[in-house]
């Protein structure tokens, strides 16, 4: 009987459908599962005078009689039970426009039938001689034909501008939509005993800010990340976007976003942090993009998420942001199977267009040597397929090949420094961000003259950046196995590997300035590090927390050698980031709300390679979207 609330307002008028529940409902004079007796009761009460401090009527108390029909009847349905007042409003509301756009179209109607006289009047007065009387006649099929012509053309023009409709958004806005989150975390960083201060040494803090002098006569410590002092803090992310359907498969997105600096991995914002005392934050542009799509095929330009399949952190953080062009496409080829593929073109680093050095080992230039270009890319592809392996399991698997291009560090050609503002002719082949547990190399072939010997014939003014020492050139196996019998709970097994094609054991033996076995003596060990990384985890609970007591928790454990992938781009939580890290981590979901839920994760882990270094940290977010 209800079906007809929901039906489009062109497939049945307004009046006809509330005629068809009236007929339908309880007789006359009695509410739907309403005695006689009761409704004697309920008819009593209504005409009782209302006592003083009573509540205000609603909808069904005494309503005033209405001159329009069908907003009687609706009234007349809340009061026998029929209707529910959330309904009655909606139907009523929609009465009102659907009689306004009747009264718009018989005015307009109206006038052009009075303009058609007119015209019809004056035509006849030209065609007769003077004296000669007439009378135009409209037939009234003529003047009923015209006035359905306009009611329809007006009705178009309303549902299309909805004008008849003021609460709603114009045509062109309901295009955008908009989107945020909200995160406040509290984090606490905890170190045991025996991790190495001193050699735990931050190369990130070196290559973007001053080289670092290793020369004896330096009594300065290099920059080191925290390896011992156990640390508590609260961050909060915020994040805006706004997604445009334009025409044709195409669609624009752009998102700002917090955070204390440009890291690709995080849009934290520690509270506090900065210049403090409760001053201003920064916000960044996180997401620039455009996207053509059709149902198999999708393009992407710009600025965007991640468009390879991983279900992990092991090689991409999931928040990371991929800025070049990446294509998708994906295709059924039997009921279950839709084999998917994945191509795209990332610019790293862009070499400025002036780039130049100050100084030159023969000392006999004129002026600046300019540098060549050396660009940083990232090239990658990936296939894999989707299948329904049976009934409610679910399998997602892909293999993908990475190249990153010049992104390993050069030895410059021999090169003089007096300064820490001189430069050599490879020092753009640095990282301009990293995390920490790459290899490195120091960069700079320094040569000296007299003036870098001090007095007592110490060697100064070695003023030296770092390379990452390895190639990279990953492939990746990616998989995740949904058991879906439970559902809404579901069971989820992810897991990916890696293997860095490009390592050379050999190479880095002889070049890389870390990872390197400890010794008794104190002596320079074999390199320690690897290619290698995987990850497993397992997953119970909702896919997505979105309602209330929703939840889900999960367990899995990390093992990622130093040089397996490029450590700027991985988890920045695990070990507090980077690569050379294992470990296991735990963690759980529950929603507090409509999209409002709380997080709980531990994370334990520890060095490979090099140095003692261990690390538990513990994260509690609040989290709310919209």
């Known amino acids: ?213 290793l020369s004896p006569a330096n009594t300065n410590f290099p920059p080191t990340y925290d390896a011992t002092q156990n640390r508590e803090m609260v961050k909060l992310r915020a994040r805006l976007g706004m997604d445009a359907d334009l025409s044709n498969g195409f669609t624009a997105g752009l998102r700002i976003a917090t955070g204390s600096d440009n890291s690709p991995v995080s849009t934290n914002q520690t509270l506090g942090g900065g210049t ?72 790293i680093f862009d070499s400025a267009l002036n780039a130049s050095i100050s100084s030159d080992p023969s000392a006999t230039a004129a002026g600046p040597t300019e540098l060549a270009s050396h660009d940083k890319w990232l090239f990658g592809a990936q296939g894999g397929v989707i299948a329904e392996v049976q009934k409610d399991i679910t399998l997602k698997a892909g293999v993908a090949y990475y190249d990153f291009t010049n992104v390993q560090g050069e030895v410059s050609t021999p090169c003089l420094v007096t300064s820490s503002a001189d430069a050599c002719d490879t020092d753009s082949t640095r990282p301009s961000f990293a995390q920490k547990g790459n290899s490195y190399i120091a960069l700079r072939n320094l040569v000296f003259d007299q003036i870098n010997v001090n007095s007592v014939g110490v060697v100064t003014n070695q003023f030296q950046f770092f390379g990452l020492a390895s190639q990279f050139r990953p492939v990746v196996a990616s998989g995740q196995l949904d058991f879906a019998e439970f559902n809404p709970v579901h069971i989820i097994l992810d897991g990916e590997y890696v293997n860095n094609t490009a390592f050379n054991r050999g190479y880095l033996n002889m070049v890389s300035v870390n990872n390197r076995a400890p010794t008794a003596d104190g002596s320079v060990g074999v390199f320690d590090g690897g290619n290698q990384g995987w990850l497993g985890r397992v997953t119970v609970g909702n896919k997505e927390i979105k309602h209330l007591w929703d939840w889900n928790v999960n367990v899995g454990y990390k093992y990622l050698e130093s040089d397996a992938t490029v450590d700027a781009f991985t988890d920045p939580d695990f070990g507090l980031g980077g690569t050379n890290l294992k470990g296991y981590f735990m963690g759980g979901n529950v929603g507090l709300g409509e999209n409002v839920w709380a997080t709980l994760k531990w994370m334990s882990a520890n060095n490979i390679a090099g140095v003692p270094y261990a690390v538990d940290v513990l994260q509690f977010d609040l989290n709310a979207r919209f």
């Not at 201003?280 to 149902?295: F, G, I, N, Q, V």
């Open 1 to 213: 009987m209800f079906r007809n609330l929901h039906a489009p307002r062109s497939a049945m008028p307004l009046a006809v459908s509330l005629c068809a529940m009236l007929a339908a409902a309880p007789a006359f004079g009695q509410g739907a599962g309403q005695s006689a007796a009761d409704q004697g009761s309920a008819d009593q009460a209504a005409t009782t005078p209302a006592k003083k401090g009573a509540s205000k009527p609603k909808l069904r108390d005494n309503k005033p009689t209405s001159s329009n029909a069908t907003v009687n009847l609706v009234n007349l349905l809340v009061k026998q039970g029929v209707l529910k007042e959330d309904q009655a409003e909606g139907l009523i509301k929609q009465a009102e426009d659907e009689a306004y756009v009747s009264r718009q179209a018989a005015k307009d109607a109206t006038a052009k039938a009075d303009d058609a006289t007119k015209a019809a009047t004056a035509a006849a007065a030209a065609a007769n001689p003077p004296g000669t009387k007439h009378v135009t006649y409209v037939p009234e099929v003529v003047k009923r034909e015209l006035r359905e012509e306009i009611k329809k053309e007006v009705m178009a023009k309303a549902e299309k501008e909805n004008w008849a409709s003021p609460g709603l958004y114009p045509e062109w806005a309901q295009r955008i939509h908009f989107y945020g989150d909200f995160r406040l975390r509290y984090q606490g960083n905890f170190f045991p005993g025996g991790n190495d201060q001193v050699d735990a040494i931050d190369f990130n803090a070196i290559n973007t800010g001053s080289p670092y002098d």
């Open 276 to 347: 403090g005392n409760f001053s201003k934050y920064s916000l960044w542009l996180d997401r620039a993009y455009l996207k053509w799509e059709t149902p198999d095929l999708a393009l992407w330009v710009g600025r965007f998420d991640n468009p390879f399949f991983s279900p992990t952190d092991l090689v991409w953080y999931q928040d990371l942001a991929f800025d070049g062009f990446a294509a998708q496409a994906k295709y059924e080829v039997a009921p279950g199977i839709t084999p998917f593929g994945v191509l795209g073109a990332f610019p």
